[in-house]
């Protein structure tokens, strides 16, 4: 069964850095656009980055444009979400995903979230 787990969360000051890592296992994501997304409780999800499967493209949200840079290593099934400048409000559960379809499609496989909170 394919599965998704995320890693490399944890507690930051604000301007410091976090790389948070995700690992595919049980099945092929062949082909498979890679997403993070991250949920405040009491939220909505918000698309934070995804990646194509060459890696030659590449999507971020607004609040997160230019400061994470998403990337991907498919010889090892990993996606990392490297993220600086980190403020206060990027605090949430970082989610890994992955879609058969485009960086807006329905992503068909999640991790269960890694925390990241960043304090001021």
């Known amino acids: 069964q394919s599965q998704l787990a995320e890693s490399g969360g944890g507690l930051v000051q604000a301007g410091g850095s976090l790389r948070l890592s995700c690992q595919a296992s049980?099945?092929?994501?062949?082909?498979?656009?890679m997403g993070w997304f991250r949920q405040v409780p009491g939220k909505e999800r918000e698309f934070v980055a995804a990646v194509g499967w060459t890696a030659l493209n590449t999507w971020y949200g607004d609040s997160v444009q230019g400061r994470f840079i998403i990337s991907r290593d498919n010889a090892e099934n990993r996606v990392h979400l490297q993220m600086d400048a980190l403020e206060p409000e990027d605090t949430a559960v970082y989610y890994c995903?992955?879609?058969?379809?485009?960086?807006?499609?329905?992503?068909?496989?999640w991790g269960q979230g890694t925390q990241v909170a960043v304090s001021s």
């Open positions: 049980g099945g092929s994501f062949t082909g498979y656009v």
């Open positions: 995903a992955a879609t058969s379809g485009t960086f807006r499609s329905s992503y068909e496989y």
